[in-house]
């Protein structure tokens, strides 16, 4: 049991590798930014406040436009947070800041994933 879900971590690890490396380049996709900074809220949707926060600090030369943040519950299947289409949506209309939330599809056992990931964007770009 350990080693199978040992196996499906890694393949999972992989397969979200070869998704950034075949994805193309933020600078390409987006060739006014400058700077990008993603700030990620996450909390159960039964708790207020945020239960896990992190700043990703984006290095726009050489980072894939992709956005995609794992579900923080490690017992979570098929989970995590694909924001690529509304990020890059608020980069191309030049958006100085943005946020949303975006529900983990995941499941738990039996039951649904109830995670909500809010993120904050703060971006640059080229005067
Ligand atoms: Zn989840």
Redesign the pocket.
């Known amino acids: 049991m350990m080693r199978r879900q040992g196996r499906e971590v890694t393949l999972r690890t992989a397969e979200r590798r070869q998704r950034e490396d075949e994805a193309p380049r933020l600078a390409v996709t987006i060739p006014a930014l400058r700077g990008l900074r993603l700030q990620v809220l996450e909390h159960s949707s039964n708790i207020a406040r945020p239960e896990y926060a992190h700043v990703r600090h984006v290095v726009v030369a050489s980072a894939p436009a992709l956005f995609v943040v794992p ?1 923080s ?1 490690k017992d ?1 299947k098929e ?2 947070h694909d924001l690529t289409l509304e990020v890059l949506a608020a980069l191309r209309r030049g958006n100085l800041r943005f946020e949303g939330t975006d529900a ?1 599809r ?1 499941t ?1 056992g039996s039951a649904g ?1 109830s ?1 909500i990931l809010g993120y904050v964007g703060v971006a640059t770009y080229q005067a």
């Open positions: 579900c519950d979570c989970g995590g983990c995941g738990i994933c995670r």
